[in-house]
């Protein structure tokens, strides 16, 4: 399931579930996401929607012992972060004995080489059905399919081994005289490739069938005055300034990059590590456009750890740092929030 991220992949999947199980067809399922969609999102879909009360889930994440205990609960569906995988299946002492296998972010088995496509592809007969989901299932190029169908359907549309894929599909492109380092599409392969896995495969772009309100870029300009915007230049001219009698040395062009643009957000550490101020301008900017929202809720994204620092100093704000302050935001319990 192709599906750009708002279409409800998550939805769509667990509907099929509950109408398999009432049919009989399935009895557990084990779905693989990343770590905050396995212990966040998926369960929140479970509990959102009507038609999927009675659905019963573990989440099999945290630790070694946590991990076990989850495990043990006799539920529908099992969901497990994509890390834990390989631990499933070699060292959890649990047979493998799911019936329905999905993959949330499919993407993440693109490579043929790493340990989790392996661990999967051992296990992969046992399992009767398999779901992919994810919004960029190429985000590379054309090369990347080949493993997550192998996933899906064990080589019988993209062919069994990533070699005879490459034959069929793709040439030689950059390359010295032994060794190929890049491959490009055969002429007329993105759509055969499209043909081959078009019976189980569905894409839908978010464009063709969202009616999202036009994004509007509001660019508010910050100035330092004529002493701060000295400081900023002595410092990108030399290399070193003294501000607040402290002084501020940038060692090589990373560095120098990094401190002027602390020193345009307002603070810059010297050589102790010490938070040497120079302008509260993007502050008062930040004043004005919470005034402004007049209640609605702002999501401010700060860079430097004097960023959040100064910020908490000025305004009455919360971190988005768990799933219950997601929940809170989304919900709009958070006037002033900080990523």
């Known amino acids: 399931i192709l599906l750009d991220m708002g279409l409800g992949k998550s939805v769509i999947t667990l509907t099929a579930i509950k109408q398999l199980i009432q049919q009989g067809k399935v009895q557990r399922v084990l779905v693989v996401a990343p770590l905050r969609v396995a212990k966040q999102t998926w369960p929140e ?68 080489r790493s340990q989790r496509f392996k661990a999967l592809k051992r296990v992969r007969p046992l399992i009767k059905r398999v779901v992919g989901l994810t919004g960029t299932p190429s985000s590379n190029g054309l090369m990347d399919l080949w493993a997550e169908f192998r996933v899906l359907d064990m080589g019988q549309r993209l062919g069994r081994f990533i070699s005879s894929y490459r034959m069929n599909y793709f040439d030689p492109d950059k390359r010295n005289m032994y060794q190929v380092f890049t491959y490009k599409p055969k002429p007329g392969a993105e759509q055969s490739i499209y043909r081959a896995i078009d019976d189980i495969t569905i894409s839908m772009k978010s464009k063709d069938y969202l009616n999202l309100p036009p994004l509007t870029m509001n660019t508010v300009p910050v100035k330092m005055s004529n002493s701060e915007q000295a400081i900023y230049d002595e410092l990108n001219a030399q290399l070193v300034v003294s501000a607040q009698g402290k002084q501020i040395d940038a060692l090589n062009a990373a560095s120098l990059s990094n401190k002027l643009c602390q020193m345009a957000n307002g603070c810059v550490y010297d050589d102790q590590q010490q938070i040497v101020q120079i302008h509260q301008r993007k502050l008062d900017a930040l004043e004005d456009l919470v005034e402004a929202a007049n209640g609605k809720p702002v999501l401010v994204a700060y860079w430097f750890k004097h960023d959040l ?9 919360r971190e988005i740092k768990t799933p219950r302050d997601i929940q809170d935001w989304n919900a709009g319990k958070i006037p002033l929030a900080l990523i």
Do not use: C, P
């Not at 620092?309 to 704000?317: L, T």
């Open 309 to 317: 620092i100064q910020i908490k100093s000025r305004f009455k704000v």
């Open 45 to 112: 879909e479970i509990e959102k929607w009507d038609h999927l009360k009675g659905l019963n889930y573990s989440v099999v994440t945290g630790s070694k012992l946590q991990r076990i205990k989850a495990l043990q609960q006799d539920v529908d569906i099992y969901i497990i972060n994509r890390e834990n995988l390989k631990w499933l299946i070699e060292s959890s002492g649990n047979s493998f004995d799911y019936d329905m296998l999905v993959i949330d972010e499919l993407s993440s088995f693109k490579s043929y």
